[in-house]
């Protein structure tokens, strides 16, 4: 089955948003016939994969199209159901793949949802009028501010580890301690109490901000979300309308086309090639000519196609697990387009951030990143997060025979200094050089400066400098061997290596947490014939493998 991340906002099952001033309201009312497969209903606001991607696209819109939103409500659609997380079913009989793309993906959602409150201004608070439990007290997680209703049943809880014999899956554990800064030793309770947490409890333990009976709990959320929405640099106005995500794009088993970003499989060598072309049109130069072409526009245009390649072959194409990553056009058009987004304006910051997302998806995608920089490249700025982003790096020496494009050269841009932060909190650049201040150093010292190989290579900024008989040769060697190794040792490795420096509450999600559900999600205790998943509901207790390893 070929899982499609498009989404008409007209024809939503599981979400309905209404916008009251500058305060909207997203509901979660999960149709549970509307999952992505048959084999399970969506009973109690429980979600798949299907009812993430509607929600992915309620985040990027209120954050594009409603400048006067400066806060954002999400509740329960029903009675006394906030959310009852990830739906256990579709989980056990899933395949491990796609559970583990499917916590991922759910994961950079709950992280965009931070992301408006922190850096967009539109803050997001958890109004709890009911029972939330695993992932639904995760969703409330990623929100500023929690208000639970305090009726004597609702409850928050993670019952993942006692019940299911798994982790919570979308950073539960590490928010409870680093982001709401629960105490260690009441938070091993709360994840180990099934029945979960009510009331003046929850908000003694800071698991939740506010309680409020039901007569007063419309009215107290209300004052919270006005409170943060008065903290806003929102500016109202006219929006930004975004396409249907992949409506750009023509998917044929042989790759992806769109209008700046081309993939092209070779399934033999199990490698995907990305070409992302650099704009061949005037493009905006000020704020208000990017409002008035708005997704029209080459930096937002490619961000979306970028954006939708990356989920459709994560999900779609898992055999293909490494991304050649190319590039081609005019240099100085890539330099001339991104210019804008640093700008002081809304739309500048939005779409600005949501490279940031973006390149972000790219770093935690599951497979080797090549980057390869030849003669037509346009290896700059925001396009050469490409090769920062990259398990290697190689660039030509000179030229080819009989090929007329431009030599091959690299320029690093103020994009590559700070725009587009990875998990980790620090640039790419900064991230290669970490802990050599020095280099890093000389390196910012050549921005705006174009680089051939030589002088990448000299400065570090790429891997390999092979000359164009070398090329040849070394190029399709190094994509065998990869296509050669152990995929899931590969993983591994790589994400050890991507993400130096200091730990952030992203790297603990997406290195520690996701690392140890990969593991988690293969134990015959969590999804063996005999394990929690599969006797969940039955009656039957799990049978446990009790040794520690």
């Known amino acids: 089955m070929i899982v499609s991340f498009a989404v008409d906002p007209s024809n939503r099952r599981h979400w309905r948003v209404g916008i009251d001033g500058e305060v909207a309201t997203v509901e979660m009312a999960v149709d549970p016939a509307g999952g992505l497969r048959p084999d399970y209903e969506l009973k109690l606001n429980s979600y798949d994969l299907a009812v993430d991607i509607e929600l992915y696209d309620v985040v990027q819109r209120?954050?594009?199209?409603?400048?006067?939103?400066?806060?954002?409500?999400?509740t329960g659609g029903l009675d006394k159901v906030f959310c009852a997380g990830a739906n256990i079913r579709m989980l056990a009989g899933s395949s491990h793949?796609?559970?583990?793309?499917f916590c991922k993906f759910t994961n950079e959602t709950r992280n965009a949802i931070e992301e408006a409150t922190s850096q967009s201004g539109q803050a997001w608070i958890a109004a709890v009028n009911g029972t939330a439990a695993g992932g639904g007290y995760e969703l409330a997680l990623?929100?500023?501010?929690?208000?639970?209703?305090?009726?004597?049943?609702?409850?928050?809880?993670?019952?993942?580890?006692?019940?299911?014999?798994?982790?919570?899956?979308?950073?539960?554990l590490t928010r409870v301690v680093d982001k709401r800064k629960v105490r260690r030793d009441l938070a091993d309770v709360f994840a180990t109490k099934t029945e979960g947490v009510k009331g003046r409890q929850a908000l003694e333990w800071r698991l939740v901000d506010a309680i409020a009976p039901p007569s007063e709990f419309a009215h107290v959320v209300r004052r919270h979300a006005e409170a943060l929405a008065s903290r806003s640099d929102r500016p109202g106005g006219a929006g930004c309308p975004l396409p249907v995500l992949g409506s750009t794009t023509a998917i044929s088993d042989d790759g992806l086309d769109s209008r700046w970003l081309s993939v092209s499989y070779d399934r033999t060598a199990g490698t995907?090639?990305?070409?992302?072309?650099?704009?061949?049109?005037?493009?905006?130069?000020?704020?208000?000519?990017?409002?008035?072409?708005?997704?029209?526009?080459?930096?937002?245009?490619?961000?979306?196609?970028v954006d939708h390649a990356l989920l459709h072959l994560?999900?779609?194409?898992?055999?293909?697990?490494?991304?050649?990553?190319?590039?081609?056009?005019?240099?100085?058009?890539?330099?001339?387009?991104?210019?804008?987004?640093?700008?002081?304006?809304?739309?500048?910051?939005?779409?600005?951030?949501?490279?940031?997302?973006?390149?972000?998806?790219?770093?935690?995608?599951?497979?080797?990143?090549?980057?390869?920089?030849?003669?037509?490249?346009?290896?700059?700025?925001?396009?050469?997060?490409?090769?920062?982003?990259?398990?290697?790096?190689?660039?030509?020496d000179g030229e080819r025979d009989g090929d007329s494009r431009p030599p091959a050269t690299m320029r690093l841009t103020a994009a590559n200094d700070g725009w587009y932060p990875m998990s980790n909190g620090l640039s790419r650049l900064a991230s290669r050089f970490w802990g050599r201040d020095d280099v890093l150093d000389d390196a910012r010292a050549l921005i705006g400066k174009d680089l051939d190989a030589r002088s990448a290579f000299s400065a570090e900024l790429i891997t390999f400098a092979p000359d164009d008989i070398d090329w040849?040769?070394?190029?399709?060697?190094?994509?065998?061997?990869?296509?050669?190794?152990?995929?899931?040792?590969l993983t591994a490795m790589e994400?050890?290596?991507?993400?130096?420096?200091?730990?952030?509450?992203?790297?603990?999600?997406?290195?520690?947490?996701?690392a140890w559900q990969n593991w988690v999600f293969q134990r015959p205790n969590a999804v063996g014939s005999e394990g929690a998943l599969a006797r969940f509901g039955t009656g039957s207790r799990p049978t446990f493998d009790r040794e520690r390893v």
Not at 62 to 72: K, M
Not at 472 to 478: A, R
Not at 495 to 514: H, Q, S, W
Request: glycine content about 6%; proline content about 6%; some cysteine.
């Open 272 to 305: 995907a090639t990305f070409v992302l072309r650099a704009p061949d049109t005037a493009q905006p130069v000020t704020a208000t000519e990017l409002m008035a072409r708005g997704a029209d526009a080459w930096v937002l245009a490619a961000a979306l196609e």
């Open 314 to 396: 994560r999900f779609n194409e898992p055999t293909l697990g490494t991304w050649v990553l190319t590039t081609a056009g005019d240099p100085d058009a890539v330099g001339d387009a991104e210019r804008v987004l640093g700008e002081d304006h809304w739309l500048a910051r939005e779409v600005r951030l949501y490279w940031a997302r973006v390149l972000k998806r790219l770093d935690v995608s599951a497979r080797t990143l090549i980057a390869l920089v030849e003669p037509g490249s346009c290896c700059v700025g925001t396009l050469a997060e490409l090769a920062l982003a990259a398990d290697r790096s190689l660039m030509l």
């Open 97 to 101: 793949s796609h559970k583990v793309n």
């Open 472 to 489: 040849d040769d070394e190029v399709p060697v190094m994509l065998a061997e990869r296509n050669s190794f152990s995929p899931d040792a």
């Open 62 to 74: 209120l954050r594009f199209e409603h400048p006067e939103v400066r806060a954002v409500v999400l």
């Open 495 to 514: 994400a050890n290596y991507r993400f130096v420096g200091p730990e952030t509450m992203e790297t603990k999600i997406f290195a520690r947490l996701t």
């Open 142 to 172: 990623a929100c500023e501010e929690i208000v639970l209703v305090d009726d004597r049943t609702s409850a928050v809880s993670l019952p993942e580890v006692p019940l299911l014999a798994v982790l919570p899956g979308t950073g539960g």
